[in-house]
């Protein structure tokens, strides 16, 4: 009986892992000095992985004022910032361009998680 139960626990475990459960990242484009991105940084990222959205798409933080990472050659690069681009398996499903405030934020980047594949969670 023992010996039947273990797939499937192990099965169970491994359908529910974290590092499993995501393929999707949120970008936040970001460059020294930057006031929009200050604000962001108070009003939205201490929450950012408490939340469902969060978990969801972990922040990565990317300053354009630095080498552009190699594994994200194919992401087009913005002047402006901040920027977030929601990636999905390395690939880009969108971007929001700015920063103006936490309600906007919520409800664009809503939007944008909305294009990701259903999450069977």
């Avoid at 930057?34 to 940084?41: G, H």
């Avoid at 087009?76 to 700015?98: A, N, Q, Y």
Wanted: glycine share 6%.
């Amino acid at each position: 009986m023992h010996r039947k139960l273990l797939p499937a626990l192990v099965m169970a475990a491994t359908a529910f892992s974290p590092a499993l459960a995501t393929a999707a990242e949120l970008l936040m484009l970001e460059q020294p000095g930057c006031a929009w991105c200050a604000r962001f940084n108070a009003e939205i990222a201490p929450a950012w992985p408490k939340t469902d959205e969060g978990r969801r798409a972990p922040l990565r933080r990317v300053d354009i004022t630095m080498p552009w990472p190699e594994d994200l050659v194919d992401v087009r690069k913005e002047r402006f910032t901040p920027t977030f681009v929601l990636m999905e398996d390395g690939k880009e499903v969108g971007r929001l361009i700015g920063y103006v405030g936490d309600e906007f934020f919520w409800f664009r980047i809503g939007e944008l998680l909305s294009k990701l594949p259903a999450d069977d969670s």
